[in-house]
């Protein structure tokens, strides 16, 4: 069954802001910290940025001042705001639990 679904990609010009929402079922959401990925043509998978379940963040360094990771437990969603965009932003975002869950990927495009 799913359990991790990523919403919100798409196209935007340079210094724009997306917001990614991954929904995820909850026995997912209560019990792992959660996180973004990303992972462009050519290139390994890398991690954007991490929330645990207590709300403790963790960020890429080429993201840092840029994006913010959050939880809402009303809905079971891990969001992922995404300001002041890069050319080298693009790729597919993948949402992940510490549990080893992962979505289906949605992709970011930044483009002028």
């Known amino acids: 069954q799913v359990q991790l679904v990523e919403s919100g990609g798409g196209l935007v010009q340079p210094g724009g802001s997306l917001r990614l929402s991954c929904v995820a079922s909850?026995?997912?959401?209560?019990?792992?910290?959660m996180g973004w990925y990303r992972q462009a043509p050519g290139n390994q998978r890398e991690k954007v940025a991490t929330?645990?379940?207590?709300?403790?963040?963790s960020y890429a360094d080429f993201v840092k001042g840029r994006f913010t990771i959050s939880r809402v437990s009303a809905n079971n969603t891990v969001l992922l705001q995404m300001n002041n965009l890069k050319l080298e932003d693009t790729a597919v975002y993948y949402c992940?639990?510490?549990?080893?869950?992962w979505g289906q990927g949605t992709q970011v495009t930044v483009s002028s």
């Open positions: 929330i645990t379940i207590s709300d403790s963040t």
């Open positions: 992940s639990s510490f549990g080893g869950h």
């Open positions: 909850g026995s997912i959401f209560n019990f792992y910290g």
